[in-house]
């Protein structure tokens, strides 16, 4: 199909005093053309129109969460250009991926033409961003470094080695494979690092039980290292370890060095290390999230949180269900899903198979890496709910909208079709993971997500889902369904993990839960004191995808903040917590993909605060180092292949 950018979509936010500011669009012709007759501008913009807007100079035809149709007030009037004004937003734009992100006309007879969009802008823009934190602190120390990525804790050298080792002889057939084979694939190291058959030094590994699991303990000298290690995963992190050493020490610019005679033990701080991926909002492939597995491995991260089900895609495959992927995987005009989140016209979308999800376990397996599907329910069910239309109620009216401006996502209690639906997905998602840990979601259910609906109004009442005033309370509901699932989840034999929310409206059990803080650090305490084990995601930390500065030309969003790769470092996530300590369980960074249009994008906002969030999980908070890891930023992965 030939792809022509006759149009170009400029857009402008203009500071007018009033709440959330006005967007100017201007639709232009690259060169002397006309735009056609009776068209409609179709675009994709996390700032939304809301609904009933008066707009200037254009007409508002309809939206459905960020897709947006408007058409110029007169028809057709042989112009090369038209202009129209939003003077009122969703939200107020403060950074350059807040504007238009796709746009197409669509014509009378239903066919579209692409439009190129320029980048958003603003008076408030001071020009490109620097990511100054990491500029300024590299220097170079007077010491040899030791090149690892997260930095050991516990390390004595007592000599430097003069010769760097190529190979290092190590007798396990199967360790040497495994690790020369993330090394190759993560491109650092063409060349066998370790060979069953010879080399310079000798690597024995040896389990020592006083060593905690994931813990390993080098002892180097000129003739050999002994690997010493709590369990498999030891093991495994010793070796990388080995082989971050000797490939940093072969990085000339820096004063990286091996050493010759030296102990060098670790291990983890939090025994939950993880990275969550939004795989729904934008497609990746499998080999994507393979490779990416890979890079969680060599940050000794040890849990992927696989968001495979949202509002804007549904990506696992259901046997039950085959039109959830059909459908529900789709975005494109004229589709049940509309576009979204930069995508166009054309058909946008993917899933994962049976076969893709069990070629990805066998690979987190390989890295010591647990997978935590997550089947995101009551709310941000948009997808699922185009697919299947047993799940909707005919004769609901709009409920309150999500925060992300979806009517009517969530799944409805008052239909037996969702039970049936909720029981068979996640039957056949615990049995087809076979990990021990499930996420069930549980965010964003908007306050009054089913008021629209009798049915669920009346499912409620009959339950006693009520507020003291006997109106329905969405958050008791929402409760209620978690039980339901966690009933069969824990049938499974599964652990149910959930979002904060899921302790909301008599909430989840404590004693059977994990709940990710997420909304603010603060969360986590608090959570923690309803009983619950914590998982650490604030977003002013941990979100990968909150801008890195307040500048406008740095992408992502700031709902939380912004944070730069200094500050996701520096923040210290057990500040909140007292005698609750013990509940908190680990640490996650969560990459939600909104933004994330382009690989060029996600490598900026992933690189290298994921690598500072591992550093985080493996080091204790008195001996973090900010000079020290930025003299390491060079060794650090920057670029998701995939
Ligand atoms: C909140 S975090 C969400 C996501 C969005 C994210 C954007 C959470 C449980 N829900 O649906 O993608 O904010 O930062």
Not at 200 to 222: C, H, M, T
Not at 449 to 459: H, K, N, T
Not at 604 to 614: G, T
Request: hydrophobic share 40%.
């Amino acid at each position: 199909m030939m792809v022509q950018f006759d149009w170009e979509l400029h857009s402008r936010w203009q500071d007018d005093g009033s709440e959330t500011g006005k967007i100017h669009l201007s639709l232009r012709a690259t060169d002397q053309k006309l735009l056609p007759e009776y068209f409609k501008l179709a675009y994709t913009a996390i700032t939304r129109i809301p609904h009933g807007t008066c707009l200037e100079n254009a007409e508002f035809v309809r939206r459905v969460a960020n897709y947006h149709e408007l058409k110029p007030l007169f028809g057709n009037r042989k112009t090369r250009s038209w202009d129209c004004v939003i003077p009122q937003l969703s939200h107020k734009p403060n950074h350059v991926t807040d504007g238009p992100k796709s746009a197409f006309l669509i014509l009378p007879d239903g066919s579209t033409q692409y439009v190129t969009c320029a980048p958003f802008q603003s008076e408030n823009d001071k020009g490109p961003g620097v990511k100054k934190d990491v500029v300024i602190s590299q220097q170079v120390s007077a010491e040899p470094l030791l090149g690892l990525v997260p930095m050991a804790h516990d390390i004595c050298i007592e000599e430097w080695a003069h010769n760097i080792p190529e190979t290092f002889h190590l007798e396990n057939e199967k360790l040497c494979y495994k690790l020369n084979g993330l090394l190759q694939r993560l491109s650092l190291d063409p060349a066998p690092v370790f060979d069953a058959n010879g080399g310079d030094i000798r690597v024995l590994v040896s389990q020592d039980k006083k060593l905690a699991s994931e813990a390993y303990r080098l002892q180097i000298s000129p003739q050999s290292i002994i690997v010493n290690h709590g369990d498999e995963a030891g093991c495994f992190y010793g070796l990388i370890a080995i082989a971050q050493m000797l490939l940093a020490s072969k990085c000339t610019t820096e004063n990286f060095a091996f050493p010759d005679r030296a102990i060098v033990a670790d291990k983890p701080v939090h025994s939950w290390r993880g990275m969550h991926l939004d795989v729904s909002r934008q497609v990746y492939t499998r080999q994507a999230v393979l490779d990416f597995l890979d890079i969680l491995a060599w940050h000794k991260l040890n849990r992927f949180h696989w968001h495979l089900t949202d509002d804007e895609g549904w990506r696992l495959q259901s046997l039950a269900y085959p039109r959830l992927t059909g459908i529900g995987a789709f975005r494109g005009h004229g589709l049940s899903l509309l576009p979204q989140h930069g995508s166009g016209a054309e058909p946008y979308g993917g899933f994962f198979s049976i076969n893709d999800v069990k070629a990805i376990l066998a690979h987190a397996r390989e890295l010591h890496i647990e997978i935590i599907p997550e089947i995101d329910v009551p709310g941000h069910c948009h997808a699922a709910l185009m697919a299947i239309p047993e799940l909707l109620d005919p004769g609901a009216m709009a409920g309150g909208a999500s925060v992300q401006g979806y009517v009517n996502n969530a799944l409805n209690p008052g239909l037996m079709a969702t039970w049936t639906f909720l029981e068979t997905i996640f039957g056949e998602v615990a049995d087809l993971f076979p990990g021990p840990f499930v996420h069930i979601g549980g965010d964003e259910v908007a306050h009054g997500a089913w008021d629209g609906s009798r049915a669920a109004m009346s499912w409620a009442r009959a339950k006693g889902l009520v507020k003291a005033d006997g109106t329905a309370d969405a958050m008791k509901m929402q409760a209620a369904i978690l039980r339901f699932v966690q009933a069969r989840l824990t049938d499974a034999g599964k652990i149910t993990l959930g979002w904060e929310e899921a302790s909301k409206g008599g909430g989840l059990d404590p004693d059977k839960t994990i709940l990710m803080a997420w909304m603010n650090a603060q969360s986590g305490p608090e959570l923690a004191a309803l009983g619950y084990q914590v998982i650490m995601a604030p977003g002013e930390a941990y979100y990968l995808d909150m801008a890195q500065s307040e500048d406008w030309q740095e992408p992502g969003l700031s709902w939380a903040g912004t944070s730069g790769p200094a500050q996701t470092y520096h923040f210290d996530p057990l500040a909140g917590f007292k005698e609750s300590r013990n509940k908190i369980i680990g640490l996650q960074g969560c990459i939600w993909s909104e933004n994330l249009v382009s690989r060029s994008l996600f490598n900026h906002m992933v690189f290298p605060r994921l690598s500072a969030i591992a550093e985080n999980a493996w080091r204790p908070g008195d001996q973090k180092s900010w000079d020290s890891f930025a003299a390491r930023l060079k060794l650090m992965p920057q670029a998701l292949k995939g």
